[in-house]
């Protein structure tokens, strides 16, 4: 396999079949050094597949995956020093103190003594739940849960971090908390690979998302990369009771307006750059004695490329 110098991860062909049942069906991508990788999809798309086979925690069925120098069947070992993971599920202990989790997930590392204490000192604060070092998990939230996981996963110092579905079950605080934190390890040089079927975290957090669906990778790129592939056409929605055909005329004659339809009291303006031109817009029709009711702008996002690719919405 040739192995491009500035990929940490090279993935070639990947084959997962359940019981027959083919979960990813030959997926081939590349991971850069220091990014922030996606991979977003539907319920039941192959994430947790793909990313499980990367941690080794699953065989593949065909294909070929090196990780930073390592193949995937022959130095398991090598690759479970680098590598963190997070996973879907939350593997705590609920009768366990978060500082008792992080201390027993410490020892497995081989770690200590000071050490130990203070990796887990500097680990709680990283994710922010310092003043609940001594309560104990049961009562924790699922956010909360959820960055001790992640606390966990980096106690031995992984090159690359896993996370499969890092922000699902998760509070607002503790999402932002989590976005900061993924981010300042980025930042620190981490390569990180998550796994979402939430546009916002592939949209926040990401540097290039690969689309996956039914098992195939049916897009890659930057968000602004894959966002061209959907056209440039923001909408306007306008609801009125009623409009005159001589704004609508002056809307239609407007430079970034491309498209004017009408259906009863709802006005339809395929345009670019829609909030450019809102102003202009709502002063035309106010102008004419016409009485707004409601305007909606629709910005091609994720979803809108989801649609376009698969005919599905992302959101089951
Ligand atoms: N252990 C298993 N045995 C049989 N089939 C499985 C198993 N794990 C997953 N599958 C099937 O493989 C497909 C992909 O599942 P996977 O968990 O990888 O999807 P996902 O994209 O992570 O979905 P989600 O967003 O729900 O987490 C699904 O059809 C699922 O039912
Ligand atoms: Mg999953």
Do not use: W
Request: glycine fraction near 8%; hydrophobic fraction near 40%; proline fraction near 3%.
């Amino acid at each position: 396999m040739v192995v491009n110098s500035d990929a940490i991860i090279t993935v070639e062909n990947l084959v997962k079949k359940y019981d027959g049942h083919t979960a990813v069906d030959g997926v081939s991508f590349e991971i850069e050094r220091g990014e922030i990788f996606g991979l977003l999809g539907p319920n039941g798309a192959g994430k947790s597949t793909i990313i499980s086979i990367l941690c080794s925690l699953l065989k593949p069925t065909r294909g070929r995956v090196n990780i930073d120098g390592f193949d995937l069947i022959t130095n398991t070992n090598d690759i479970k020093k680098i590598i963190g993971v997070v996973p879907q599920e939350i593997s705590l202990y609920p009768t366990l103190t978060a500082k008792e989790n992080l201390e027993f997930y410490g020892k497995i590392y081989g770690l200590s003594g000071k050490t130990l204490k203070s990796k887990v000192e500097v680990l709680l604060d990283m994710v922010g739940l310092t003043e609940r070092a001594d309560d104990l998990l049961e009562g924790f939230s699922g956010g909360m849960k959820r960055r001790i996981n992640i606390a966990a996963a980096l106690l031995h110092r992984p090159r690359i971090l896993f996370l499969d579905e890092p922000s699902t079950g998760v509070d607002p605080q503790s999402r932002r908390r989590i976005y900061d934190t993924i981010h300042d390890l980025n930042q620190e040089g981490m390569t990180v690979i998550l796994t979402t079927h939430q546009m916002e975290d592939a949209e926040k957090l990401c540097h290039r998302i690969a689309i996956v669906d039914k098992g195939k990778l049916i897009a890659l790129d930057t968000l602004e990369g894959l966002l061209k592939m959907v056209g440039e056409n923001d909408i306007i929605h306008i609801a009125a009771p009623e409009i005159l055909t001589e704004p609508v005329k002056s809307i239609q004659q407007m430079s970034n307006v491309r498209k004017v339809s009408m259906d009863e009291g709802n006005m339809t303006i395929q345009l670019v750059h829609a909030r450019e031109s809102l102003a202009g817009i709502i002063e035309t029709l106010i102008s004419s004695g016409t009485k707004v009711e409601s305007i909606n702008i629709k910005e091609p996002d994720l979803e809108t490329l989801f649609l376009h690719l698969t005919g599905s919405k992302l959101r089951g």
